[in-house]
């Protein structure tokens, strides 16, 4: 079982940046598919951007061009990279294991969960 760990969440203003990471335990994180997925007041969780074990990655179509996901399989991290941030990136976001290798889009199909950072960009 793996264990994930998120950071970097906070407050920033529209068109700032943040960059979120997620620590995992375990030794089986390079065999892994990560994901980002983030879930507003009211709405469903969504997945955001996911990278595969050989960094193949997917992204959302509202995060596409503006966040950037990666790992470093040495210190079993996954990052997102988020730019441009507008009000409707505001959002908790988790970081979530797979227990394959490959992405799969559905919540479902992810088996460790972080506790979630707050992300907040005001207008």
């Known amino acids: 079982q793996v264990q994930l760990v998120e950071s970097g969440g906070g407050l920033v203003q529209a068109g700032g940046s943040l960059r979120l990471s997620c620590a995992a335990s375990?030794?089986?994180?390079?065999?892994?598919?990560m994901g980002w997925f983030r879930q507003a007041p009211g709405k469903e969780r969504e997945l955001v951007a996911a990278i595969d074990w050989v960094g193949g990655k997917y992204y959302a179509e509202s995060v596409k061009g503006r966040f950037t996901i990666s790992r470093d399989n040495a210190k079993n991290t996954v990052y997102l990279q988020m730019n441009s941030l507008k009000s409707e990136d505001t959002a908790v976001y988790y970081c979530?294991?797979?227990?394959?290798?490959?992405?799969?889009?559905?919540?479902?199909?992810?088996?460790?969960w972080g506790q979630g950072t707050l992300v907040t960009v005001s207008s």
């Open positions: 375990g030794r089986t994180f390079s065999n892994r598919a």
């Open positions: 979530a294991a797979r227990p394959k290798p490959v992405i799969l889009l559905p919540s479902g199909e992810y088996d460790a």
